[in-house]
């Protein structure tokens, strides 16, 4: 009969070395997670005072209330939007400017589905939907504008559901706001826009123009295209679209940006004396997590000079 040996022996130093540091780096993946999700749901209210040489003294003063890339999804449902939006009506903001990306596709369904046609599209108008109808009571006495983005699906109905709630899309389009016989000049930039030159046409290079673009990718035509009298046509440019990068590891966006996007990743930029706004958005891509940037939303109040 054979003789049974029963070991006893336990892990040695460098056994146990391991499991500590293994230990320690999924207590700290789990701690980096959960500061990444607490920090996705902290949305900061920034605050900006921008002189516009073409601004009728009028509207010196006029706030402005900028929210862009919603992007419903996940924990970001449209009853919290909607709630956020009843604490911004604080602010009493004069103008309230939506930008596009207002549903995200979840990271679970990139994972489960082929493509972005594969996903509910019927849940995501829904809470599409939903989220435009919480925000319709929001006050903005001169007025509620929103753009799109080419992500966003089904623009005929985006477009009736904002018109049914009191907001007035700008898809590819115009519109000027009156106050005391002077006015300024809403443009809304769709990432899909093929004829910015005839748009600026329609413009004077002394008409005060803020145009919101959905992304920084149009940026150089807005930038180089020319009033019917020749020179600049825009005043101000708001643009979303980049979420800063999201997700920034050693100084770089894991998002996948754009040469343009990452020159205008995120804040305040000036070109050739036009100010420029990347806000990181309110939400986030696939996921609710955010490190190395912070979800916003800019009150901006307009100056003449």
Not at 127 to 135: A, E, G, K, L, V
Not at 160 to 184: A, S
Not at 192 to 207: C, I, P, Q, R
Not at 242 to 257: A, E, Y
Request: net charge negative.
């Amino acid at each position: 009969m054979a003789n049974r040996i029963k070991s006893n022996k336990k892990p040695g130093i460098g056994g146990r070395i391991a499991l500590v540091v293994f230990a320690v780096l999924l207590l700290g993946i789990a701690l980096i997670f959960g500061l990444g999700v607490a920090n996705a749901s902290l949305i900061r209210i920034r605050r900006a005072e921008v002189v516009l040489s073409d601004l009728p003294q009028t509207f010196d003063g006029t706030t402005l209330l900028y929210a862009s890339d919603i992007d419903l999804c996940g924990i970001n449902t449209p009853s919290r939007a909607g709630i956020l939006f009843n604490q911004l009506q604080s602010l009493k903001p004069d103008i309230l400017v939506l930008g596009g990306d207002y549903n995200s596709i979840s990271l679970l369904e990139r994972l489960n589905q082929a493509n972005q046609e594969d996903v509910n599209l019927s849940d995501k108008l829904a809470d599409r939907s939903d989220f435009f109808y919480y925000i319709k009571s929001f006050q903005a006495p001169l007025g509620k504008f929103a753009v799109a983005s080419i992500e966003d699906p089904e623009w005929s109905d985006l477009r009736r559901v904002m018109e049914d709630n009191g907001v007035q899309p700008l898809f590819n389009g115009k519109v000027d706001i009156h106050d005391n016989g002077f006015r300024i000049w809403l443009v809304g930039i769709c990432s899909n826009v093929t004829n910015l030159n005839d748009a600026a046409k329609a413009f004077s290079k002394n008409d005060c123009v803020i145009a919101i673009a959905e992304g920084p990718d149009v940026l150089p035509i807005l930038l180089t295209s020319e009033a019917r009298d020749s020179g600049q046509w825009i005043d101000l440019a708001l643009c979303g679209h980049t979420h800063g990068g999201q997700i920034q590891l050693f100084g770089r966006s894991v998002l996948s940006v754009s040469d343009t996007e990452q020159r205008f990743l995120t804040g305040w930029n000036t070109q050739s004396g036009i100010p420029i706004l990347t806000t990181e958005g309110v939400g986030c891509e696939g996921l609710n997590l955010r490190l190395g940037t912070e979800p916003e939303i800019w009150l901006i109040t307009l100056k003449s000079q």
